[in-house]
């Protein structure tokens, strides 16, 4: 599929998809391709962080309790902005806000759901080092025009998600996506001198075992034996499992899950002890896991909380945190059966 010599625009690809899916209707491409130019204005901020005063904290500290950078605020902002108007939400959920944010009565409302983290990575933003944004979208789950927004309507597991993906603000932009039903994984990257997201990384498959454990070893003291153990597991010489694997941990969750989606590997955010109002690591279900769960299922890999799937979890609260094993089947199946006691690592 070939437009004039540019590739397959996003635009184009979220039409064929929504052609092979009976139950995506043209709400739902209106509802992506608007959230595709909040990305690329986003990534513009983001491409200036350093020469225009959009970097450093902004002195607030959100619900989660860290420091709110303006480029969190610059990009939820614009998120928030670009798709209130499109007519296709019921309501939306973001990482930055404590309830979810509802549709101005000026503008009509729709059937979806969108559960974004607006910037993940945001403590690199300053220092250069990929960012990104995640979302996830959902279709309300009960059919009655009932006024209010009732959270039971958004607190949904992630395998009810009918899209999910994430954007990265790097070296290059580019856009991943899956709008799951086997339709596969797929990324586009930003062309500027064209403006446009183009195909670039068709039917994404990561690898059924990695070479690659991606986890902040300074957390090592507060995490349980069996994390400990795991996380040794993948440090100690053994030639016939490819071990010891390489280390890699860039702090940007959307950077060090993408890196793993194509070469294979598992990013782990244990539970830790770190702080006793955190005791299930730091990453938040809805606007985190449950997106990337989807998309690195779509790729035939997996992500568990160490007991269980991460997209059958259901959510108690929106911003709800959950321990995160994610990437390669082989090696999270691994982290699960260790974590959860099944096997015991000598
Ligand atoms: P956010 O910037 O949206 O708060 O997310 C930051 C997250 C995630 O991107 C990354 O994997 C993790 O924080 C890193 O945490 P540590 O610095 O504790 O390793
Ligand atoms: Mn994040
Ligand atoms: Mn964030």
């Not at 080092?129 to 279709?139: M, P, W």
């Not at 770190?274 to 990453?283: C, E, F, M, T």
């Not at 992500?303 to 991460?310: D, K, R, T, V, Y």
Request: proline share 5%; aromatic share 8%.
């Amino acid at each position: 599929m070939q437009g004039e010599g540019v590739g397959t625009t996003i635009t184009q690809h979220i039409l064929s998809q929504q052609r092979k899916n009976p139950k995506a209707t043209g709400a739902f491409t209106t509802l992506l391709n608007e959230l595709v130019v909040a990305a690329k204005v986003i990534s513009r901020e983001a491409n200036k962080a350093g020469l225009v005063d959009i970097l450093g904290a902004t002195g607030k500290i959100n619900v989660q309790d860290e420091q709110v950078q303006k480029l969190d605020m610059f990009a939820n902002q614009v998120i928030i902005q670009r798709m209130q108007h499109i007519g296709q939400l019921w309501c939306m959920g973001s990482e930055e806000d404590p309830d979810l944010i509802e549709i101005p009565p000026q503008y009509p409302k729709g059937d979806y759901i969108l559960l974004f983290d607006p910037l993940d990575g945001s403590s690199n933003i300053d220092v250069n080092v990929s960012i990104g944004t995640i979302f996830g979208i959902y279709k309300r789950r009960t059919d009655s025009r009932e006024a209010e927004i009732l959270l039971s309507d958004v607190l949904q597991p992630g395998i009810k998600q009918m899209a999910a993906g994430y954007f990265i603000y790097g070296s290059s932009t580019i856009m991943v996506y899956t709008t799951g039903n086997e339709t596969g994984v797929h990324g586009f990257t930003l062309f500027p001198s064209v403006g446009e997201f183009l195909l670039s990384h068709e039917d994404i498959r990561i690898p059924e075992r990695g070479k690659i454990y991606s986890v902040n070893e300074g957390n090592y003291q507060y995490w349980d034996e069996k994390t400990r153990a795991l996380v040794d597991y993948f440090k100690t010489r053994d030639k016939e499992t490819g071990r010891p694997y390489t280390s890699r941990y860039v702090g940007s969750l959307v950077a060090d899950f993408h890196r793993n989606l194509l070469k294979g590997g598992i990013f782990m955010y244990p539970a830790d002890k770190k702080d006793p109002k955190k005791p299930s690591g730091k990453l938040r279900l809805m606007v985190e896991a449950n997106p990337l769960a989807m998309v690195v299922k779509e790729a035939g890999g997996y992500a568990s909380n160490g007991h269980g799937p991460i997209l059958e979890i259901d959510p108690g609260t929106l911003h709800q945190r959950v321990p995160l094993y994610i990437g390669s089947k082989k090696d999270v199946d691994l982290a699960e059966a260790v974590i959860s006691g099944k096997k015991k690592l000598d």
